[in-house]
């Protein structure tokens, strides 16, 4: 009897234990986990929209007629973009910090960008946004076919098509910058 007793003691204490034990591991069986890739293109994403409405918003200030309706198009829909990414890691539990500055390369672009004036602010902002969509469209087509989230694997096949139209516009705009907005010197 004393046996017994002594064993159902163990057991009784040992219970919480052991339950709070296996309830951790539920957890993080049940838990999303983010690969590294899915971090890493999460984060250029980001970063690549905050780069896009911030030289968007430079556009506005001194860029040519057609790069400031471009401008305009650039934060409406990188900004749309950053409202997309956002619920769906929402919805799926997606646990990545998203970078509210720019890294130092996309803000070295930017400082190189927001040095320029008349023609070399043309000239300089178009090229940007040309390399920037190819990188874009590079970054969610490796994505759209090799991702871990069917919902973002989804969300980057649907968005596609508006990153190479913009890649488009761009590259467009090397014809229509040749002349500054009226007022703006050119150096």
Known sequence: MKSTTI???????ASPALADRAAAQTNAATAPTVSPATQQF??????????????ARLALARGTEAQKAFANQMIEDHGKTSSELRQIM????????????LDSAHQAKYDRLNDARGQDFAV????????????AIAQFQRY???????????????TLPA??????????????????????STK
């Open 7 to 13: 064993l159902l003691s163990c057991l009784l204490l």
């Open 42 to 55: 999460i984060t250029r994403v980001a970063i690549s929209d905050l780069f896009e409405i911030a030289t």
């Open 90 to 101: 929402v919805v799926r539990s997606v646990n990545v910090d998203l970078p509210s500055q």
């Open 124 to 135: 300089l902002y178009t090229e940007q946004q040309v390399e920037a969509h190819k990188e």
């Open 144 to 158: 759209a076919q090799a991702g871990d989230i069917p919902e973002l694997k989804e969300w980057t096949s649907k």
């Open 163 to 184: 990153l190479k139209h913009h890649l488009e516009m761009a590259e467009a705009l090397g014809v229509k910058n040749a002349a500054p907005t009226s007022g703006q």
